[in-house]
């Protein structure tokens, strides 16, 4: 029974409409602020025609509801349109399906047009005609790549990062390097002289600072989504070279934090700096440890740098001291840290593998691209996996390392395979243990065109006063 009504209602309404429509032939359509429907309907499910207790027949500019931060039509001429219907004026007027609803499906649940999902690093966004439209960046963390890897016989193995994911490739150029390329200036430095003798100067086959200095070699730390690695860098190297030229007197962890907030002079804090600049301030002003001035990673990218805390003043012959007490209230031990000017080495491969077994790490600068991200274990050698893909998946930034020592391991076909060992600063989850193995003698990824040396600044006073420190420490 109330279905015939309904029929009858609807075919009245219809009557009418074709006779309006003959009326108001020359009349078009509503002026709208903004078109309700052109994204899709949002909102299908909503009661609003039917709140207002009914339809209208032909052309009513006044039969409307109130619809989100508009209103809508619930009279037929709305449908000449579409666009300004109310949501429910299909169902609930002329007891048809909306024309259309954008309407998306994913993992067998409905997403309305406009709302959002994030595959990996793109956001995929449910629009009109029920598609997933999703963005084409290149991700840091590809599935593909870490599959083509690890079924190569590219000498290494690749793994998924939980603090990768979710980024694009862009960002962790951006926000997880952050060593500027050194000036044309800096890049032609003489190199210093080394008289290698082949006949004393035996390289063995495998050697690790960490073996040969225990307790002296500081462990990778993690730069976070700052790109800073100007900074972890330098500091790295400064830190064990000064823990083993004291021979174990001291053995400080120096501050990444220091350099970044206080050394700002042409440089970019967590948006990227120089060594060059890094090692000027280690020399000139000096930096305090980790402990005294510990690392805040950004909570947010891009990352703001915090105001430097820490300062220091000439104590004569070269030396300084703090002025300020330790950014960690904790620590009372605010000496100042500083070094000599660095030296570059030749980019022979001896040379630098002499230099690392008699005075410790070297820094060294690299580029890295799309596939190293991804490293977990083996030796590292930048792989054609991203060729076949769109350019914008093949990128690359440059980096700053620490090399701590040397090997040599055989291949899957028995022939040697020489690498580095270095320590990069993405935590100690990354890579192995936080250090990576990378070919060595072919010069991969540039780094070996670009390494440093570096001695601490230590006098015989110093070693007696930290000797001090640190038997009062025990009593
Ligand atoms: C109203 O719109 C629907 C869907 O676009 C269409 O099928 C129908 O013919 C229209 N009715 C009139 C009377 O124009
Ligand atoms: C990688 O890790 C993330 C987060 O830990 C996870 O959501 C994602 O499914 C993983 N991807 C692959 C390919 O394993």
């Known amino acids: 029974m109330r279905l015939i009504l309904l029929s009858v209602v609807v075919l009245l309404l219809l009557v009418e409409w074709g006779t309006a429509n003959r009326m108001l032939s020359r009349r078009t359509k509503r002026e709208l602020a903004s078109p309700l429907h052109v994204g899709g309907i949002r909102d299908p499910y909503g009661s609003y025609c039917q709140r207002r207790g009914g339809c209208c027949p032909g052309r009513d500019d006044l039969c409307t509801v109130p619809y989100l931060d508009t209103i809508c039509y619930c009279?037929?001429?709305?449908?000449?349109?579409?666009?300004?219907?109310?949501?429910?004026?299909?169902?609930?007027?002329?007891?048809?399906?909306?024309?259309f609803i954008g309407a998306c499906e994913r993992n067998g649940n409905r997403f309305l047009t406009g709302q959002t999902y994030k595959e990996n690093c793109n956001l995929c966004t449910c629009g009109a005609g029920g598609r997933w439209e999703c963005e084409q960046n290149a991700c840091l963390i590809e599935p593909d790549v870490i599959h083509a890897v690890n079924r190569g016989n590219y000498g290494w193995k690749a793994a998924n990062y939980s603090q990768f994911?979710?980024?694009?490739?862009?960002?962790?150029?951006?926000?997880?390097?952050?060593?500027?390329r050194p000036s044309s200036i800096i890049m032609n430095m003489n190199e210093i002289q080394m008289n290698m003798d082949p006949q004393n100067d035996r390289l063995p086959l495998h050697f690790n600072s960490a073996e040969k200095w225990p307790g002296k070699i500081h462990e990778p730390l993690d730069q976070g989504n700052c790109a800073a690695s100007w900074a972890f860098s330098t500091a790295a190297v400064a830190s064990d070279r000064i823990s083993i030229q004291s021979m174990g007197h001291m053995t400080p962890q120096l501050s990444p934090q220091n350099?970044?907030?206080?050394?700002?002079?042409?440089?970019?804090?967590?948006?990227?700096?120089?060594?060059?600049?890094?090692?000027?301030?280690?020399?000139?002003?000096?930096?305090?440890?980790?402990?005294?001035?510990?690392?805040?990673?950004?909570?947010q990218t891009p990352a703001e740098v915090a105001r430097c805390m820490m300062q220091s003043r000439s104590v004569g012959r070269g030396k300084r001291q703090a002025t300020q007490r330790c950014p960690n209230t904790h620590t009372y031990q605010n000496d100042i840290y500083q070094s000599t000017p660095p030296y570059r080495l030749s980019s022979n491969e001896k040379e630098i593998m002499k230099e690392i077994m008699d005075n410790g790490p070297v820094q060294a600068i690299m580029d890295v691209h799309e596939d190293f991200f991804v490293y977990k274990s083996g030796i590292y050698k930048h792989t054609d996996v991203s060729f076949a893909k769109a350019p914008h998946y093949r990128k690359h930034g440059t980096h700053s390392v620490r090399i701590i020592g040397w090997g040599e391991d055989r291949d899957f076909n028995g022939s040697p395979q020489k690498y580095w060992i270095a320590a990069n600063s993405w935590g100690k989850n990354w890579g192995e243990k936080g250090y990576f193995r990378i070919a060595r003698g072919e010069n991969e990824c540039e780094i070996e065109a670009f390494v440093i040396g570096v001695w601490g600044r230590i006098t015989m006073e110093d070693m007696h006063n930290h000797q001090h420190h640190h038997r009062r420490r025990h009593i």
Do not use: K
């Not at 449908?79 to 004026?89: A, L, M, Q």
């Open 165 to 180: 994911y979710g980024l694009t490739l862009d960002e962790g150029i951006r926000y997880r390097l952050g060593t500027q």
């Open 259 to 299: 350099l970044i907030s206080c050394d700002t002079r042409n440089q970019g804090g967590c948006a990227g700096g120089r060594i060059d600049g890094a090692w000027w301030y280690l020399r000139r002003r000096g930096v305090v440890t980790e402990d005294c001035y510990p690392y805040a990673p950004p909570q």
């Open 75 to 99: 009279d037929l001429f709305c449908n000449r349109t579409v666009s300004d219907c109310c949501p429910d004026f299909w169902g609930h007027c002329m007891g048809i399906p909306p024309p």
